[in-house]
T-cell receptor, first 115, second 110 residues
Framework: ETGVTQTPRHLVMGMTNKKSLKCEQHLGHNAMYWYKQSAKKPLELMFV???????ENNSVPSRFSPECPNSSHLFLHLHTLQPEDSALYLC??????????????FGQGTRLTVV | QKEVEQNSGPLSVPEGAIASLNCTYSDRGSQSFFWYRQYSGKSPELIMSIYSNGDKEDGRFTAQLNKASQYVSLLIRDSQPSDSATYLC??????????FGGGTRLMVKP
């Protein structure tokens, strides 16, 4: 248990559906990340929020929409996804600030299948 | 574009041997360095962090950092089959933004 909780753990959705992934941490961290990991591929950074402001968006398609209402919660809203979006979606959090960084802790991930 | 490079492997070592995993990074301003282990279908878990040049040992694991050459390595002594996983190198920049390498798959054969 890392202190970062993702729900749901598994999700199957049709291409016309709208769903949301949720991530929650109570570690006192001020940065949260969404990563995508497709089969046999490296981690792809999707979004970074620091102090609830989006600081990075790595050319992610608009069918993925993040939301960070406060420093403890992060959502990824999904709509009209494609089968190639099927992957493991990982949330992580860390402490940003001056000086040395603390490590990032990952949630267990949401295994998404788009049919 | 900040980059963190790792050989994807697989790196195959016999049980009991030393496994050596390497990582290079492009940003000279990088400050913090981490090694994560990821089993298939699971999320990455932190196994080592290192912040200054030299070696840092924790049990069978030793992290080595050389900022002048911009590389960080992980040595696993007395490798066990349970060490078989993908090892991810991660680096933070001066702004504490985290960048991951692609990972090296390690296979420890009994």
């Amino acid at each position: 248990e890392t202190g970062v909780t993702q729900t749901p753990r598994h999700l199957v959705m049709g291409m016309t559906n709208k769903k949301s992934l949720k991530c929650e941490q109570h570690l006192g961290h001020n940065a949260m990340y969404w990563y995508k990991q497709s089969a046999k591929k490296p981690l792809e950074l999707m979004f970074v929020y620091s102090l609830e402001e989006r600081v990075e968006n790595n050319s992610v398609p608009s069918r993925f929409s993040p939301e960070c209402p406060n420093s403890s919660h992060l959502f990824l809203h999904l709509h009209t996804l494609q089968p190639e979006d099927s992957a493991l979606y990982l949330c992580a959090s860390s402490l940003h600030g001056t000086g040395l960084s603390t490590e990032a802790f990952f949630g267990q991930g949401t295994r998404l299948t788009v049919v | 574009q900040k980059e963190v490079e790792q050989n994807s492997g697989p790196l195959s070592v016999p049980e009991g041997a030393i496994a050596s995993l390497n990582c290079t990074y492009s940003d000279r301003g990088s400050q913090s360095f981490f090694w994560y282990r990821q089993y298939s279908g699971k999320s990455p878990e932190l196994i080592m962090s290192i912040y200054s040049n030299g070696d840092k040992e924790d049990g069978r694991f030793t992290a080595q950092l050389n900022k002048a050459s911009q590389y960080v390595s992980l040595l696993i002594r007395d490798s066990q089959p349970s060490d078989s996983a993908t090892y991810l190198c991660a680096v933070t920049d001066a702004g504490n933004m985290l960048t991951f390498g692609g990972g090296t798959r390690l296979m420890v054969k009994p």
